[in-house]
């Protein structure tokens, strides 16, 4: 059992959907705290979901990293329209990356800032929770195509046309 999954953690693929929950799931765990946080006017508590919310932003780009690595293998088990979802997957992955990244600066500055003017807590606080919403739409948008890829049963629309290499 252990030997299958350390030959799984080399395999990008499988790393990528072993760690996909994080920015995602992770994320809304984390985002839920901190509006607890919020209400409980804690800064303890503000700091500690903060760095939640940075370390689960922040997995973003692992998981980024090795769905790209497992790309081609991922294509080679797919049918039609499971490239046309994987495509679909990876341009909204790339498009996005980028709110997760913006998340973890704001939640980094949003625990430094306030050391130097506490007054900056709440409103940082605020931004990361509005931000968070953003990511955690985003993470449900990239995962929508992703779920698509090999799970027939959750095609419950056509595939997006798949994209020629000049498209890409």
Same mark, same amino acid.
């Given at each position: @059992?252990?030997?299958?999954? /350390?030959?799984? /953690? &080399?395999? +990008?693929?499988?790393?990528?959907?072993? /760690?996909?929950?994080? +920015?995602?799931?992770?994320?809304?765990?984390?985002?839920?705290? %901190?509006?607890?946080?919020?209400?409980?006017?804690? &800064?303890?508590?503000?700091?500690?979901?903060?760095?939640?919310? !940075?370390?689960?932003?922040?997995?973003?780009?692992?998981?980024?990293? !090795?769905?790209?690595?497992?790309?081609?293998?991922? /294509?080679? @088990?797919? #049918?039609? #329209?499971?490239?046309?979802?994987?495509?679909?997957?990876?341009? &909204?992955?790339?498009?996005?990356?980028?709110?997760?990244?913006?998340?973890?600066?704001?939640?980094?500055?949003?625990?430094?800032?306030?050391?130097?003017?506490? &007054?900056?807590?709440?409103? %940082?606080?605020?931004?990361?929770?509005?931000?968070?919403?953003?990511? %955690? *739409?985003?993470?449900?948008?990239?995962?929508?195509? *992703?779920?698509?890829?090999?799970?027939?049963? !959750?095609?419950?629309?056509?595939?997006?046309?798949?994209?020629?290499?000049?498209?890409?």
């Amino acid at each position: @059992m252990i030997d299958a999954f /350390l030959r799984g /953690l &080399r395999q +990008p693929e499988y790393v990528h959907v072993l /760690l996909n929950p994080l +920015p995602v799931y992770g994320l809304l765990v984390s985002w839920i705290a %901190l509006i607890a946080a919020l209400i409980s006017k804690s &800064r303890r508590a503000h700091i500690v979901t903060l760095i939640l919310v !940075f370390i689960t932003s922040i997995s973003a780009w692992p998981v980024y990293e !090795f769905g790209e690595e497992g790309y081609d293998r991922v /294509l080679a @088990m797919t #049918d039609d #329209d499971g490239h046309a979802w994987l495509d679909e997957h990876q341009d &909204r992955g790339q498009r996005l990356i980028y709110v997760f990244y913006l998340l973890a600066a704001l939640s980094v500055t949003a625990i430094i800032v306030p050391l130097r003017w506490p &007054r900056s807590s709440a409103p %940082l606080a605020i931004a990361v929770v509005l931000l968070g919403a953003v990511a %955690l *739409g985003s993470g449900y948008y990239i995962a929508y195509a *992703g779920g698509k890829i090999r799970h027939r049963e !959750f095609r419950n629309e056509p595939a997006p046309p798949i994209k020629s290499q000049a498209e890409q």
